[in-house]
């Protein structure tokens, strides 16, 4: 399939619908912040997942959630053995450093939220199986 306007305008309006439902989760009006938050779990749950399984996730995103998902991205340092939502919420609030007024305990549940209702269930039961226990149960169940 070539690429072409439509495939941009396309991405754009998908990316504008999850960073909506974001702000929906956040309680915010301001789409910077929920793309802050967005970027800022995406990056700590990407460094925490294989690298296979980190493409498969990415396979779902919008096409620039995608690019913001892979930005910075070292594949050979995954996965972090980040084992406690304290320590995953803490790395939350480093990708957030800019950004202050952004509770990241509150953008850790908004993010998995949204990403509950829109990536596949198979998908986050994968997800859910690379995570230690603790970590697997702030992960919803799909919501579609």
Same mark, same amino acid.
Request: charged share 30%.
């Given at each position: ?27 915010? +009006?301001?789409? =910077? &912040?929920?793309? !802050?938050?967005?970027?800022? *779990?995406?990056?700590? @749950? ?33 996965? +972090?053995?980040? =084992? &406690?939502?304290? !320590?995953?919420?803490?790395? *939350?609030?480093?990708? @957030? ?48």
């Amino acid at each position: 399939m070539p690429y072409g306007v439509e495939t941009f305008e396309s991405t754009i309006q998908k990316t504008r619908g999850w960073l909506w439902e974001v702000m929906r989760e956040l309680g915010v +009006e301001n789409e =910077r &912040h929920a793309f !802050a938050a967005t970027r800022a *779990v995406l990056h700590v @749950l990407r460094d925490r997942l294989t690298v296979e399984e980190s493409a498969q996730l990415a396979a779902q995103l919008p096409m620039l959630l995608r690019g913001l998902y892979y930005e910075g991205w070292r594949p050979s340092h995954t996965p +972090e053995k980040i =084992r &406690h939502i304290g !320590a995953f919420i803490e790395r *939350v609030r480093d990708n @957030l450093s800019a950004h202050p007024d952004i509770d990241p305990e509150k953008a850790l549940h908004a993010v998995f939220k949204v990403l509950s209702t829109k990536v596949s269930e198979g998908e986050l039961s994968d997800i859910r199986h690379n995570l230690s226990r603790e970590l697997e149960d702030i992960l919803p169940v799909g919501e579609k």
